[in-house]
């Protein structure tokens, strides 16, 4: 297994108290294999992938506990001199904003060619006609021409395209995707997946997609890992999970997605809100939403229980949501 | 088919480009909205799909008399809202309501709930006498959803769902006919995106409302929309009811569109067909010659490129499925969504 991360727990200290943003997550990842992580704003999606990558905010954001195993060796063990050598040139990864994530003062070919001069030791010019062949890799028209540019001329999409230039750079064996095309609109959308679709074919990457978008998960995804409130609630390969969820909050998700055969009804709503996380519920942390909850619910958190050999789901009533 | 209630003809605004400081002078123009033409019917939703920078939050801003036009007219009651003024201006805008996008922004942090979803009433006090106001206010948090105790709390206690619930009750504080959604759940997670919709659409049957709802998201104009419009820099491009735009479509720009949206199935993935679209939207300051679409098209010819396309009826489509109004020289059927078995 190319990433595979064992029960890792990462804390926030805030004024409210300590915020467990995640919780025992598990999960793992094959070379040329997309996973997306599903979850909604506060699931700890984003902190998942931040303590992965070793770019967390320390402090406040501290990692408490598991395993980070990348080709083998534990990440959270390395030094962070070793750590650094690992990001860019073993796994990178893709931000949600673009224009953020770039430097405003530097030309796009500047950064692009950072990475080999950096990396690779190369000279300024080898890295710049090397920032133009990635460039071209990822379909930037005139890319001789745009090289010599700034972010800020480059369209949303275009600037997409250069994050993940830079992600591709080195080869990586792993990229990790932090909502890679929310910011987009959905035609620009398209052609940004589909690229990173087919860089993944191309380079035999594995490919963490980090993600709110359930119709982003259906199109590209192998398997899913949903969140909720820290922990992963149900993995699966994509096609088990839409044809029959075994969670009621990944059936909630599910559920309330307009859909054609649907219009005019009522959606399928789930009830109430997603919890704080520095005020997690006792024992299911989804019971309060759920339909099915009962007394059990209220004071055990579920485990992870085997749907089947590829399939896990942590609800104490898999089999009766599974069933439907 | 219900009548019209809302009427908008060539609705044009141009935002003007200038140079210099002392001396001003105009070197262009930005045609933000550049020609639409809308109708809305008593009791329906009409759903305005289009991506960032068509203009559709213009368009918003010009339906409720927020920005006057450039040019054209939007017809209310019989009257031209746009040469309105005064007190007749005052009573118009009393009747079309907005709902803004960001539940973030758009209420003001330093005034408690009470005092925003009252605050139409400072404004038209005509609508309820100064004794009755807090128990209208109450009344509209607990048609919205809300529990009436909450009155006095202030906007950062909620959460973005409960925000737009806030922004909903202040729109219906005056008892509208009309209420204009710009965007108003794109902002909200999934989970809570299907409570709003369907308050939505609870108090449009309960009120008798009629919305204008702007989105770029096209599956949840769809749930919502019984009439919907495609724009695309500035112009509308395809309307018609919601079944002819999303099971006939006949532009192309639709059709891409369409092809895009991730379904949320992955058995649809083998079933479809993806059109991907080349290139960005180009800028409203410089629009393309002809039919503002041939940069990105497939079918683009010479004609294209030198006559402007109207919205209409295509000849050849008449009478069927597919006979709507398109404005494409090359207008044709092309089936993009699998059909829902």
Redesign the interface.
């Known amino acids: 297994m190319l990433l595979d991360v064992r029960d890792l727990h990462v804390e926030f200290r805030t004024r409210d108290g300590v915020a467990r943003a995640v919780n025992g997550v598990s999960f793992g990842v094959d070379a040329g294999e997309t996973l997306a992580v599903l979850g ?2 506060g699931s700890g999606k984003s902190v998942t992938a931040q303590a992965v990558m070793g770019i967390l905010d320390t402090p406040p954001g501290r990692v408490t506990g598991g395993e980070v195993l990348f080709q083998g060796r534990d990440l959270l063990k390395l030094k962070e001199e070793e750590r650094r050598r690992v990001r860019g040139a073993g796994m990178a990864m893709v931000f949600q904003d673009a224009l953020s994530s770039l430097n405003p003062v530097l030309t796009v070919g500047d950064q692009l060619g950072e990475m080999f001069t950096v990396h690779r030791g190369m000279s300024r010019k080898d890295a710049r006609a090397k920032a133009v062949e990635l460039m071209d890799q990822v379909r930037i028209p005139a890319a001789r021409e745009r090289v010599r540019q700034y972010p800020h001329q480059f ?4 600037r997409q395209r250069v994050m993940i230039a830079m992600a591709i750079a080195l080869e990586p064996a792993l990229i990790i995707a932090d909502e890679p095309t929310t910011a987009l ?7 940004v ?2 690229l990173l679709a087919e860089l993944r074919r191309e380079y035999r990457m594995g490919l963490v997609l980090i993600t ?8 590209v995804a192998d398997r899913i890992a949903v969140m909720y409130a820290g922990r992963v609630v149900e993995s699966a390969p ?2 088990d999970i ?1 044809k029959a969820p075994a969670h009621p909050y990944t059936r ?3 559920d ?8 005019g009804r ?6 109430g ?2 919890p704080s996380l520095t005020d997690v519920p006792r024992g299911c942390a989804f019971h309060p939403r759920c339909p099915m909850a009962r007394d059990v619910c209220r004071t055990d958190v579920p485990a992870p229980h085997e749907v089947s050999a590829t399939r896990a789901a942590a609800c104490h009533f898999w089999k009766e949501c599974l069933n439907g | 088919m219900a009548e019209a209630i809302l009427e908008v003809r060539g609705l044009h605004k141009h935002y003007p480009l200038t140079r210099g400081v002392l001396f001003r002078k105009e070197v262009g123009s930005v045609r933000a909205v550049d020609g639409v033409d809308l109708t809305l019917r008593r009791g329906e939703t009409l759903g305005v799909v289009g ?2 920078g068509c203009g559709k939050s213009t368009a918003a801003r010009l339906l409720v008399s927020l920005e006057r036009p450039t040019a054209g007219s939007i017809t209310y009651r019989g009257e031209d809202v746009t040469r309105l003024s005064g007190r007749a201006l005052k009573a118009v805008r009393r009747n079309i309501q907005m709902v803004f996008q960001d539940p973030y922004t758009s209420l003001n942090p330093r005034m408690t709930v009470g005092d925003i979803v009252g605050e139409p009433f400072d404004i038209h006090p005509e609508a309820a006498p100064k004794g009755e106001r807090r128990r209208r206010v109450r009344e509209l948090l607990d048609v919205v959803g809300l529990n009436p105790e909450h009155i006095n709390r202030y906007p950062h206690q909620f ?1 973005g ?2 925000r737009q619930r806030i922004g909903i009750a202040r729109g219906l504080a005056l008892r509208p006919e009309i209420i204009v959604a710009d965007e108003p759940v794109s902002a909200l ?7 709003v ?2 308050l939505m ?1 609870r108090l449009q049957r309960e009120f008798g409302l009629s919305y204008v709802f702007i989105a ?1 998201d ?3 104009v ?3 929309s019984d009439r919907v419009a495609v724009m695309y820099l500035g112009r509308i491009v395809e309307s018609g009811r ?1 079944s002819e735009i ?1 099971d006939h479509p006949t532009h192309p720009y639709t059709q ?2 369409l ?11 083998a079933r479809r067909e ?1 059109i ?3 290139g ?2 180009p800028s409203p300051a410089a629009v393309p010659s002809g039919c503002r679409f041939r940069t990105r098209c497939w079918k683009a010819r010479d004609v294209c490129a030198e006559e402007v396309p109207l919205l209409a009826v295509p000849q050849r489509l008449r009478g069927g499925l597919a006979g709507h109004e398109s404005a494409c020289h090359f207008a044709e059927e092309k089936r993009v ?1 699998a059909p ?1 078995p």
């Open positions: 909604e704003s369209s949303g999409g275009m609109d959905v035609t620009v959308q398209a052609q997946m589909d709110h978008d359930l119709g982003v998960v259906a199109d994509v096609d839409y909630g998700l599910l309330s997605v307009p859909r054609l055969d649907l219009k009522e959606l399928h709503a789930i009830r809100l997603p | 991506e960032s959460s769902g409960q997670d999934v989970s809570v995106q299907a409570q919709i369907n659409a770029h096209l599956s949840i769809r749930h919502i919601d999303y891409a569109l092809s895009a949206v991730p379904v949320p199935d992955p058995r649809a993935r993806r991907i679209l080349t960005d939207v969504v829902t």
